[in-house]
């Protein structure tokens, strides 16, 4: 009787191992075509627009990088914005910024560079009174080698600085 129990035993605990085994298997068979599911579904999903998170993240990261370059810009330029022309007839600086004017600039020609200096005096009204910020900005430019006159033609307008070169 004894033999009876333990071969019972035995062949109950390899059912239960076969048992537990064929349910683990088709428990991890479902999860196979789920998964594979979602994979062709994510294919399925690129092949109809491939760069839309290319692009997204492109285009967010070009927009970080150029807004930090245009504020680190303006910081060192005192918010003054630099704009350089070059045609066969002239050679033209353009700065644009608040409170400019033609007395407010100096320059310096010496062996092919111009050197730019503005100090800027910029009154505003607070609660407290009337507060003054003086701007002081400098820069440096190559002028091209076939400027003829090598005394430029300076413009001003409301805010803003023309200084060109006439060339050949």
Known sequence: MKKTYLTHFVAFCFGAIVAYTLIDMADNRDRDRQLEKRRLRAIQR????????KDLLAKSIDGIFHNA??????????GVEIEEFETDKYYRIVLIGDGLTEESLSFNINKGMLLLKLNVVKQEKTSFGVSEKVLKFARSFYIPKNVTNPVPKVKSTENKIEIEFSKE
């Open 46 to 53: 690129k092949d109809r627009d491939p760069n839309r998170n």
């Open 69 to 78: 370059v245009q504020g680190m810009q303006k910081s060192l330029t005192g």
